[in-house]
């Protein structure tokens, strides 16, 4: 069982590493000078109109500091748009642009079409499995760590 789990290991560090060179090619996608990080935060803000930036920092476990420093950026871009929260005066929700909306939707296609390209020689089923599994990884990773976290 411990060489299943060496190899499971060195199989997802792999495949990390490569999402992570991959994501510098997306976010030039987007912008020219957008941040590899900042990807991530277009699509959770996109996900979530009017999104708080304070929670938008907390999710992402980043300081407000940093956070605003990163949304500033964005604004300048065009991408991100900031109003004031009618429910507490010192709270900004986001949203995108619509410049910020065509340029993410932009990569999201070229992560798309580049993994189906990949994928071609699968079979339906088996690209079906392979995203219920991932499904399942993903939710028992964050169970773990949660039982991790609520440890003392």
């Known amino acids: 069982m411990d060489e299943t789990f060496v190899a499971l290991e060195r199989e ?3 495949l990390l ?4 060179a991959s994501s ?12 590899p990080s900042a990807y991530t935060l277009l699509a959770l803000i ?3 109109p009017a999104l708080r930036a304070s929670d938008l920092a907390a999710s992402i476990g980043v300081g407000r500091g940093t956070m605003s420093r990163q949304l ?24 995108l642009t619509d410049e ?16 189906r390209r990949a994928l071609a020689e699968w079979p339906a089923a088996d690209v ?5 599994q991932l499904a399942r990884l993903n939710a028992d990773l964050v169970a773990e760590l949660h039982r991790i976290d609520a440890k003392p």
């Open 24 to 35: 510098s090619a997306l976010a030039r996608r987007v912008h020219p000078d957008l941040e």
């Open 17 to 20: 590493r490569r999402a992570h």
């Open 12 to 14: 997802l560090g792999l």
């Open 100 to 115: 910020g909306h065509r340029r993410l939707e932009e990569a999201r296609d070229a992560r798309r079409e580049f993994v």
């Open 46 to 48: 996109a996900a979530r």
């Open 128 to 132: 079906a499995e392979l995203s219920d």
């Open 72 to 95: 500033a950026r964005l604004g300048t871009m065009g991408l991100v748009s900031r109003r004031p929260d009618p429910d507490d005066y010192r709270g900004q929700l986001l949203e």
